[in-house]
Every structure is written in structure tokens, then in C-alpha cells.
């Protein structure tokens, strides 16, 4: 897939048909990225799980927070990234470890690795980077799902 630029389809077809978004690297300061986009998220309808191991079994957003992605109490449709982008390769084989694999992978606005990317492609994930689904949502408005 071409990462340097998305068909709207695409990403509405990502945003209309998730129900459940890990967050990784949440945060529980209201001024961090991740923690607006965290109440965007579950205002809007979507259910958040929070992942941070700093903030290990607090709440963020109203949501338990876990540790790691293969401590989820259940699976996740999408995990949403918000960490530095060295972690990624880490971070793509901790969500290639999970089970089931989530359909999603989306790295959010500065964030992109195409060789991470590849891998997830690889195995079915659907992958959007340098993207913030905060800023997607509105702006494709009725075209979701």
C-alpha cells in the first residue's frame, strides 16, 4: 500500500466499522494528545483501552488502564499509536503477538515506519500512518462506514 497518501473510502472504511480502539501510550494528562483523542474517541461511540505501563491499573478517560496489548481484557478491532517512532518495531511485533491480530493499526500524526507497516500488511492488518482519527472523523463526517 502506498502510505504516502490515503483515499478517503479507505479511511472511512477503517473509522465506520472499528468498535474498539487501543491506546497506545495514553495518557492521563489532559493537555497530551493522546488523552484528547482518547475522550474524542469514547464520546463519539468508540470503546478505549487505554495502555500505558507507567499507568498500570488507573483509569484514563474513564477506562482502566493495562500495562501491555496481551493484557486486553478482550480483542481490539484497531490499536491506535502514540509512542516515539523508534518504538514501532517494537511495538509491531508485540501487536503480532496478539490473538487475534487486530484489523487495525494506526500511527498517529508524526509517526510513521514502512518497514513496520509492511510486516502488519502482511499478515492482514490494515495499516494508516502520520494520521490523527480525531481530525479524520470530522472531516469525512457523514462518509463513514
Known amino acids: 500500500m502506498n502510505h504516502d497518501s490515503y483515499d478517503d473510502s479507505y ?6 466499522s ?20 482518547m475522550n474524542f474517541l469514547k464520546r463519539i461511540g468508540y470503546r478505549i483501552f487505554p495502555v500505558n505501563p507507567g499507568q498500570e491499573g488507573k483509569e484514563i478517560a474513564g477506562a482502566m488502564t493495562y500495562a501491555r496489548l496481551a493484557e486486553l481484557p478482550e ?28 484489523k487495525v493499526v494506526w500511527m498517529q500524526l508524526g509517526i510513521r515506519d514502512d518497514a513496520a507497516a509492511a510486516r502488519l500488511e502482511e499478515r492482514g492488518i490494515k495499516v494508516v500512518m502520520n494520521r ?11 462518509k463513514l462506514g
Open 75 to 102: 480483542p481490539v478491532d484497531m490499536v491506535d499509536v502514540f509512542r516515539a517512532p523508534a518504538a514501532i518495531p517494537g511495538l509491531a511485533e508485540e501487536i503480532l503477538a496478539m490473538d487475534p491480530l487486530p
Open 132 to 142: 490523527c482519527p480525531a481530525i479524520e472523523i470530522p472531516r469525512l463526517g457523514r
Open 18 to 37: 472499528v468498535k474498539t480502539i487501543a491506546v497506545l501510550g495514553a495518557s492521563p494528562k489532559p493537555g497530551r494528545p493522546s488523552h484528547g483523542v
Open 11 to 16: 479511511i472511512a472504511g477503517i473509522l465506520g
